[in-house]
Structures are given as structure tokens and as C-alpha cells.
């Protein structure tokens, strides 16, 4: 019950944020909203206020902002018409809402830094065979504070340097144990992985797994503030990395692109785990809804910013008929895009128990 409440305010989160900056915009540039609209199906609440329908519906799965003239076949010359306005005006109402979407992650960031987020300590909690460490004669409980003299606090900086040295390097831990800090020389060996974007990355590891020591990691305010930029920079880097692997088939869709299902599972998660990974996930979901939304697809915000530009290389708009046409083409688009992706979570989710169901 409370994953699907959760699940519930991600989503009703997201949509509302993208839809307000639809809404905000088109109300400043003089643009008439007839509604503004949150979920889909039967309506649970409506109210009309200065021209505007505002409605609440049962499905949380989506929402719109019906604009006045917003399609040629509507436009009846009207100045407070959507297509009324020139395409620097209605671009402005396009770019709002995945514009939002991007700030709201970003604020997200900043306010997950500020206020403190759980991290594992550098305490080491296993020892792996055959690795250097265990070979160093490093013990559980042990704690490292410094990797060739730069301080580490917390388990993803250990990691960072770790990973970045090679098999013919030695490393010099300084290690606490019982209240004594003492050096050890540990040698440093390669493993081959597959990372977030398919590919494969050559890392350097001690052969140490961690303790179960956690503490809460917080940052100045302005010192949240860079954190935050840095990690929505990096988030959309990697994601725009990983959309161009999946077009050139270096990733699969099937590993990479998840729906509603695989987002309530993730949810069902992340709900166990506090206020805080929720804020993350919701920062994590709306970036990333923010670049998807940008791409140059029919019905997208980004098909239809394409289509502005065409409209100002052609200097006219498109006619009734290539509108409708590029409608229907974007509709079924995204209507085998969420087969395609439920399709996908029901396979990764419950691929093994379907099998083995069908296989009695």
C-alpha cells in the first residue's frame, strides 16, 4: 500500500511540474488554457476558474494542458490562440515543461546534499581470495583513511581511486584497527565489467567488500549547490551516451528503457529506504523525463520544437493534413513504445517466474 501511494505521488510529482511549465508559459505569453488536467479516465473532481478547467482524474498515469487553437483544425485566428503566436512564443510553452522537469532533479540534488544522505564508511566488512588485500593481511572491522596519502571517508571515494589504478600498481593504505593507524603496501588487481551503458571497463580492485557502517554525508549550502550541478550534468551525459548506444544497437533496449511496472517496482524498493531515496528517485525520473521528452520524436516536445524550426525555414506553418498525419505517426509511436517497454518490465521482472510457471 504505501509503494503504491508512493508510486502514486512520483508520478502525480512529475506530470505536474511538466504540465505547469506548459501552463505558466502559455499563460505568459497570453496563450488562453482551457485545461489543465492530472491523470486520465473518470474525472474524481473539476473546477472552473478565470477560463480554466482544472480536473483531477482517476488514472495517474499522465495528464495534458488543453490549449485554445492549439491544432490548425481548431485555430480560428483568435489572438489568444496558440497558434496565433508567433513560433519564439509557442516555443517558449513547448520548452517550459521538460525545462521544469530538468530544475526540479537539479533541486532535488541540491536539497539531497544539503540535508544529508546515508554513505557506507571505508570499514572493511570481507576479505576476497586471491586479492591483494586479504595477501596484505588486512582483517575485517579494519578501516582505511587514505590511499597513497589522500583521505577517504566514504566507500564510493575508496571505490573512485581503487578503480582507477591498474594491476601493476601497489597502493599504500593507511589503515585503522583498534584505535591504531598503521601502513600496508597492497597490490592492486584488474577485473572487466559491464557498466550502466553496456560497455566494458577494465578496473583496478583491493578484494575488499563493505562493513555494514553507515553515516550521513552532508554539504554547505553552496558547496550542495555545485554537487548538485555536477551530478545533473553527469546524469545527462550518461543518459544521452546511453540513448545514442541504444540507436546504434550497442545497447539493448530491453536492459536499458523501463515503463510504469518497472518504475512501481523500483519504487516498492526505494520506498523501504526512506524519504531520501525517494527524493533521489524523483530527481533521477524527472531529468530523465526531461531529455526523453526533448528528443526530436512526433507528439514529443521535442517533435514539435523540430517542427517549429521547420515552420520557421519554411516561413509558413504545416498544413491540416501533414498535422494530422505526424498526429497519427506520433500516437502509434507511442503506443508501441508502451507495449514495447511493459513488455520489457513483465520479461526482466518476471521472465524467470513465468518460465517456470509454464514449465510445470
Known amino acids: 500500500m504505501i509503494a503504491t501511494l508512493v508510486f502514486i505521488f512520483i508520478l502525480s510529482t512529475l506530470i505536474l511540474v511538466h504540465e505547469f511549465g506548459h501552463f505558466a508559459a502559455a499563460r505568459k505569453m497570453g496563450v488562453r488554457v482551457e485545461k489543465f488536467s492530472l491523470g486520465f479516465g473518470p474525472q474524481l473532481f473539476r473546477i472552473k476558474r478565470k477560463g480554466t478547467e482544472y480536473a483531477l482524474s482517476a488514472i495517474p498515469l499522465g495528464g495534458f494542458v488543453k490549449l485554445a487553437g492549439d491544432s490548425l483544425e481548431e485555430f480560428t485566428g483568435k489572438k489568444d490562440e496558440y497558434y496565433a503566436k508567433p513560433p519564439g512564443k509557442r516555443f517558449h510553452i513547448i520548452f517550459w515543461g521538460p525545462l521544469l522537469n530538468y530544475c526540479l532533479g537539479f533541486l532535488f540534488f541540491w536539497l539531497i546534499f544539503f540535508v544529508g544522505y546515508p554513505s557506507l564508511t571505508t570499514k572493511i566488512g570481507g576479505l576476497i581470495d586471491d586479492f591483494?588485500?586479504?595477501e596484505a593481511g588486512l582483517q575485517v572491522g579494519d578501516k582505511i583513511t587514505a590511499v597513497d596519502g589522500k583521505k577517504v571517508e566514504y566507500w564510493e571515494d575508496l571505490q573512485r581511486v581503487i578503480y582507477s589504478k591498474r594491476s601493476d600498481n601497489k597502493v599504500s593504505l593507511s589503515v585503522l584497527r583498534n584505535s591504531k593507524e598503521f601502513s600496508?603496501?597492497?597490490?592492486?588487481?584488474?577485473?572487466?565489467?559491464s557498466d550502466q551503458l553496456g560497455q566494458k571497463r577494465s578496473v583496478g580492485l583491493l578484494g575488499i567488500t563493505p562493513f555494514d557502517e553507515i553515516i550521513e554525508v552532508k554539504h554547505g549550502f553552496l558547496q550542495s549547490?555545485?554537487?548538485?550541478a555536477k551530478k545533473t550534468w553527469e546524469l545527462t551525459s550518461m543518459t544521452y551516451k546511453g540513448l545514442w548506444r541504444i540507436i546504434t544497437g550497442k545497447l539493448s533496449v530491453r536492459?536499458?528503457?523501463t515503463g510504469p511496472l518497472g518504475i512501481f517496482y523500483i519504487t516498492s524498493k526505494v520506498a523501504k529506504l526512506g524519504v531520501?531515496?525517494?527524493l533521489h528517485l524523483i530527481a533521477v525520473l524527472s531529468v530523465s523525463l526531461a531529455i526523453f521528452n526533448l528528443l526530436p520524436l512526433p507528439i514529443m516536445d521535442g517533435g514539435h520544437i523540430l517542427l517549429l524550426g521547420l515552420e520557421r525555414l519554411r516561413g509558413r506553418a504545416l498544413s491540416i493534413k501533414s498535422e494530422q498525419v505526424i498526429s497519427r505517426i506520433g500516437f502509434s509511436m507511442i503506443i508501441c513504445l508502451a507495449v514495447l517497454v511493459t513488455f520489457n518490465d513483465i520479461a526482466r521482472l518476471f521472465g524467470d517466474k513465468i518460465t517456470k510457471f509454464f514449465g510445470k
Do not use: Q, T
Open 132 to 134: 591483494g588485500a586479504k
Open 184 to 193: 600496508a603496501e597492497v597490490s592492486i588487481k584488474e577485473k572487466e565489467y
Open 225 to 228: 549547490f555545485v554537487l548538485s
Open 276 to 278: 531520501i531515496a525517494v
Open 255 to 257: 536492459d536499458s528503457v
